[in-house]
């Protein structure tokens, strides 16, 4: 059997890829390299269009005859998953449920590992878990990303930084005056203590005067 040089690089790339997501991971997990990377929740207000990321990494290229994907809808954990997208080999993604109607697109790039969606006019009734299957044959394992999806009425109102500011440069104001006065009065204190030592010395040094000018006056 004849192997072309190419064909043994690609192959030892794969094989080494595997061989390093694998490390320190389950043996049954070896060589399945299937990440799906996905938050675990996100916010939407109400009325709005969010998109719903999702992007895998693998250790083989994707090959569009072997490659499967279906995104579900879980309104809670105790419920049954609709499967309302799902990839066709000739089609591409194809809606497989009335739930979200014309709502939902989806705006990943196959190439780039990118299969995430958008849900536009988002209602309360949106809310639940959106789930991510993905399959990239050779990897033995499918891989599985979970998003909770939360419905708002209204955005936190913004932080206003004018008062913090106002506030924070008065604490600053004060604290500088503070430490000013404190510097005045220990250097008035000092120039007292000494103007205070100076008038002792000089009495101190008029009495000897005075002391010596007697003894004199007696010899």
Same mark, same amino acid.
């Given at each position: 059997i004849r192997v072309m040089a190419g064909d043994v690089?690609?192959?030892? @790339?794969?094989v080494w890829g595997c061989v390093c997501v694998c490390v320190g991971r389950p043996v049954e997990w070896c060589c399945s390299c299937m990440d799906v990377l996905m938050p675990n929740a996100i916010n939407a207000l109400n009325g709005t269009?969010?998109? $719903?990321?999702?992007?895998?990494?693998?250790?083989?290229?994707?090959? @569009?005859?072997?490659?499967?994907?279906?995104?579900?809808?879980?309104?809670?954990?105790n419920?049954?998953?609709?499967?309302?997208m799902t990839y066709f080999r000739k089609k591409g993604m194809v809606l497989r449920s009335d739930r979200f109607g014309d709502r939902v697109s989806f705006v990943g790039i196959l190439e780039k590992n990118d299969l995430s969606i958008t849900l536009s006019d988002v209602q309360k009734e949106d809310e639940g878990f959106y789930k991510c299957y993905v399959r990239n044959p050779p990897d033995r394992i499918q891989g599985l990303g979970v998003i909770e999806l939360k419905v708002v009425t209204e955005l936190p109102p913004p932080r206003d930084s004018t008062i913090a500011?106002? $506030?924070? @440069?008065?604490v600053g104001g004060a604290l500088a005056l503070l430490i000013l006065s404190m510097v005045v009065v220990k250097c008035l204190r000092r120039h007292q203590?000494?103007?205070? $030592?100076?008038?002792?010395?000089?009495?101190?040094?008029?009495?000897?005067?005075?002391?010596?000018? @007697?003894?004199?006056?007696?010899?």
């Open positions: 690089k690609s192959a030892w @790339a794969s269009t969010v998109k $719903i990321p999702c992007t895998f990494t693998s250790c083989y290229k994707m090959d @569009a005859t072997k490659f499967a994907m279906n995104w579900t809808y879980q309104e809670s954990v419920d049954t998953e609709d499967m309302f500011v106002a $506030i924070g @440069a008065s203590k000494q103007e205070l $030592i100076s008038e002792e010395k000089m009495e101190e040094e008029g009495k000897l005067e005075a002391e010596g000018v @007697a003894e004199e006056g007696t010899k």
